[in-house]
């Protein structure tokens, strides 16, 4: 069974960091890319951050460029986003997702045409930044 299983979202004061976790099982993790996307209320879904298991690398919107950090957990399969410097606009649902083909550009999978590429979605958690 697929499972991508997001975690640590929550109420966090603006200026607070905040690490966001997507466990990965019953896939070939090493042949995907993890995309972090979010959906604020009443926005449409967005890409945040992707992270390439294969060589480490990352991408980011330019929004959370300096912001957020992704990074891998080899031995458990799972991805953090850190979030640093939380600010209000920051607010939304976060999900994970594993994309491929994961020998695209990062700036493809994770970019405008990011529609294309996910192949399983984990059920989201919430992050909310108070003023």
């Known amino acids: 069974e697929v499972r991508l299983v997001e975690s640590g979202g929550g109420l966090v004061p603006t200026g607070e960091s905040l690490r966001l976790s997507c466990a990965a099982s019953?896939?070939?993790?090493?042949?995907?890319?993890i995309g972090w996307f979010r959906q604020a209320p009443g926005k449409e879904r967005e890409p945040v951050s992707c992270?390439?298991?294969?060589?480490?690398?990352?991408y980011y919107a330019e929004s959370v460029t300096g912001h957020f950090t992704a990074s891998i957990d080899d031995a458990t399969n799972t991805v953090y986003l850190q979030l640093n410097n939380a600010k209000p606009e920051d607010t939304a649902v976060y999900y994970c997702?594993?994309?491929?083909?994961?020998?695209?550009?990062?700036?493809?999978?994770?970019?405008?045409?990011?529609?294309?590429?996910?192949?399983?979605w984990g059920q989201g958690t919430q992050v909310t930044v108070s003023a």
């Open positions: 997702a594993a994309l491929s083909p994961d020998t695209l550009s990062l700036g493809e999978l994770c970019g405008r045409s990011w529609r294309s590429y996910p192949d399983y």
């Open positions: 019953g896939f070939t993790f090493d042949r995907k890319v």
């Open positions: 992270i390439r298991r294969s060589d480490g690398r990352t």
